[in-house]
């Protein structure tokens, strides 16, 4: 049998360099990995000519924009990544009969719940970031019945620049860290959430059903405020500094943050039967190999 073809964007991603790692341990695919200087994605004509070339099985979408708190000032470029891109590519893999697994984000709610959110909660982002990433589900839904959204939170990887690496900087280099303890989610090792993903593609390549297609959310399981994580690194690492929680009004952002975006992964479980570690044991992976 002849091997399908995955094509990723956003190869130079946390996301895009764990899926390249994952892509090992899933043999039966070729992969096609793309970055945004070889790949324009929100150019229609140049999507078009990639899915005659390669004729996809399925399209990854890690590429976004994710500066949060410039998203309020940039609006134009974060809307064209997160949510028209997003459209150009649901469109051409509807165009050739392709998947779309597109990555959104728990900042599409508001935070005020104190239950985790499932995948049919009312959305109502309080930032731009949150908005475009919004926008960008709906186009890939209306424009591809073959999607696949996965919403993921608090996104960190040995690659790239995140929360983890720059506590872990900061902490070799200060004596105390003001961290905030009133914003509550789930953190998400990149590593994980990647072989997630290949796991279902695998699973949708040997029973397609309609109605497997829509919203899940993945993260690692168990619920934290950012100071949590912040402690949980110093003392994984047995770093010496204090880590002191405070409340998110004493550190401003232009973009303002849900406060509690804990999200249900019990549809993944059940519908792809994903198991997912808790949060300390991805956490403890990560940090061994930083």
């Known amino acids: 049998m002849q091997k399908q073809t995955i094509i990723i964007s956003g190869k130079n991603g946390q996301l895009g360099n764990e899926l390249q790692d994952a892509a090992l341990l899933f043999p039966q695919f070729h992969y096609r990995f793309f970055g945004k200087d070889e790949l324009d994605i929100s150019n229609a004509s140049a999507l078009e000519k990639l899915f005659k070339k390669y ?69 109502n982002p309080v930032n731009y970031y949150g908005y475009t990433k919004w926008m960008g589900e709906k186009l890939a839904l209306e424009n591809n019945t073959q999607t696949i959204v996965v919403r993921t939170s608090w996104v960190y990887s040995v690659y790239g620049n995140n929360f983890v690496k720059t506590m872990l900087r900061l902490m070799k280099d200060r004596k105390e860290l003001n961290v905030v303890n009133d914003q509550f989610g789930s953190p998400t090792y990149a590593k994980d959430l990647a072989e997630t993903i290949l796991k279902i593609i695998t699973d949708l390549q040997l029973n397609d059903h309609q109605s497997n297609y829509g919203v899940y959310h993945y993260s690692n399981e168990g619920a934290i405020s950012w100071c949590d994580f912040a402690t949980a690194i110093r003392d994984i690492k047995q770093l010496d500094c204090s880590v002191n929680g405070i409340a998110t009004a004493q550190y401003p952002t232009p973009a303002k943050r849900p406060g509690y975006s804990v999200m249900s992964k019990e549809k993944i479980h059940t519908t792809f039967n994903v198991e997912i570690k808790h949060w300390k044991q991805s956490l403890q992976e990560c940090l061994a190999k930083l």
């Open 55 to 123: 004729k996809p099985f399925c399209f990854i979408n890690t590429a976004a924009y994710t500066a949060v708190d410039k998203a309020e000032t940039e609006q134009e470029a974060a809307y064209s990544i997160n949510a028209e891109a997003t459209g150009a590519i649901a469109k051409t893999c509807n165009l050739f009969g392709a998947k779309l697994i597109h990555v959104s984000t728990d900042y599409v709610f508001d935070g005020r719940g104190n239950e985790p959110y499932k995948e049919d909660d009312k959305t």
